[in-house]
Each structure stands twice: as structure tokens, then as C-alpha cells.
T-cell receptor, first 114, second 113 residues
Framework: DVKVTQSSRYLVKRTGEKVFLECVQD?????MFWYRQDPGLGLRLIYF???????EKGDIPEGYSVSREKKERFSLILESASTNQTSMYLC?????????????FGPGTRLTVT | AQSVTQLDSQVPVFEEAPVELRCNYS??????LFWYVQYPNQGLQLLLK??????LVKGINGFEAEFNKSQTSFHLRKPSVHISDTAEYFC???????????FGAGTILRVKS
């Protein structure tokens, strides 16, 4: 079974802090994704990566950056957290590119910025 | 740009009744279509997908969906729901050239006994 794990289920940070959200997958998947989930808005893609050190902006990249130094790990970075970044963050991975390859999701990190 | 509209934010239904969750998409090109389910406190799980071929797609847990190109719809159905089907359901679209999914806002299915 594919397993996507996220470092924290719940996180509380203060405005202006630098925040790291970590995601690890154990199936040697090429692609990894970060989404943000908000009520009434569904999931929106922040960034994705199709290879180590490669990244591409999604639909809402502003205020976020990412890092992928190893194939199994994809980090989302909030350089200076703001209250409007309070949300649920979901990581996903897929074996390769294209819609034929299912995206597998982690359980999510609920981030609260106060 | 592609978009997905899920017409109902919440659908309450009694156990063993049929249910339909509606999804409409807009796209100027051919698409792939997906339904995902999110159980409480969990990540998303793929229910079913339409890539090509038969417009009636069967998925896990007794769910099915029908792709209707003329109506740009991909409604999800189950003939008899269980309490355990209580979850949030997301419709998503991906264009043929892309790796990115565009999700709808989600529909919360509440199954009552």
C-alpha cells in the first residue's frame, strides 16, 4: 500500500513565523503535490514537483515556497505565516505524470496561525 | 481554464435510500474526470475515474458515475447508502495534457438512520 505521511496533524503558529510542513511518501513516486483545503473552496493546488529539485507553481503559490531535495520528501514552507494561511494542508503523490496515475493523499495538517 | 461546480454543498439522506451527487465541469478540451471521497479526519481517496470508453464508470464501495459530454456532467450515484458513506465527496477534472487536478468545492453526504 502507498503511504503518504505528513509530519503533524495539528500545528499552531504565530503570525510572522517561518513554518515548515513535511511530507514523505514511501513508494518511489516521481510526482508530489501540496494542496490547500478550505470549506466551500475545495482543494487548490499550491505547488507540485515532478522530480527532485524540480517544482512548478500551482494555482495559489503566493506566500509559499517548496523544497524537494530527496525523492521521497516534499516540504512546504511559509516564509512568514499570516492568519489567512490558516487552513488544512494536504500532500499527495503519484507514480508518474498524467491523469492515468492516481494521486495518493496524506491525512492532512491543520495549521492555525494566530 | 477548467472549472468544476458541485451543485449541492450538503446532501442529507436516510440509510438505504439512493443518492446522487451532482457535478458539472467546464472545459474547452477533452477531459478526464474523477470522484474522490474524504472520510472524517482522513485524506482523500479515489472513488472512480473516467478516462475514455464507456460513459458509465463503476468505482469502489458500490458507487458509479455517468459521463455526459453534452451536459458536461459527471454525477455520482449509489442505489443504497450506508451510514459509513457519510463523508465529503469531491469531483475533479484534469485536461488530457495535464498533471494537475482542479477540484470542486465538495459535497458533504450525511447518511441518517
Amino acid at each position: 500500500d502507498v503511504k503518504v505521511t505528513q509530519s503533524s496533524r495539528y500545528l499552531v503558529k504565530r503570525t510572522g513565523e517561518k513554518v515548515f510542513l513535511e511530507c514523505v511518501q514511501d513508494m518511489d513516486h516521481e510526482n508530489m503535490f501540496w494542496y490547500r483545503q478550505d470549506p466551500g473552496l475545495g482543494l487548490r493546488l499550491i505547488y507540485f514537483s515532478y522530480d527532485v529539485k524540480m517544482k512548478e507553481k500551482g494555482d495559489i503559490p503566493e506566500g509559499y515556497s517548496v523544497s524537494r531535495e530527496k525523492k521521497e520528501r516534499f516540504s512546504l514552507i511559509l516564509e512568514s505565516a499570516s492568519t489567512n494561511q490558516t487552513s488544512m494542508y494536504l500532500c499527495a503523490s503519484s507514480l508518474s505524470s498524467g491523469p492515468f496515475y492516481e494521486q495518493y493523499f496524506g491525512p492532512g495538517t491543520r495549521l492555525t496561525v494566530t | 481554464a477548467q472549472s468544476v461546480t458541485q451543485l449541492d454543498s450538503q446532501v442529507p439522506v436516510f440509510e438505504e435510500a439512493p443518492v446522487e451527487l451532482r457535478c458539472n465541469y467546464s472545459s474547452s478540451v477533452s477531459v478526464y474526470l474523477f470522484w474522490y471521497v474524504q472520510y472524517p479526519n482522513q485524506g482523500l481517496q479515489l472513488l472512480l475515474k473516467y478516462l475514455s470508453g464507456s460513459t458509465l464508470v463503476k468505482g469502489i464501495n458500490g458507487f458509479e458515475a455517468e459521463f455526459n459530454k453534452s451536459q458536461t456532467s459527471f454525477h455520482l450515484r449509489k442505489p443504497s447508502v450506508h451510514i459509513s458513506d457519510t463523508a465529503e465527496y469531491f469531483c475533479a477534472v484534469s485536461d488530457r495534457g495535464g498533471n494537475k487536478l482542479v477540484f470542486g468545492a465538495g459535497t458533504i453526504l450525511r447518511v441518517k438512520s
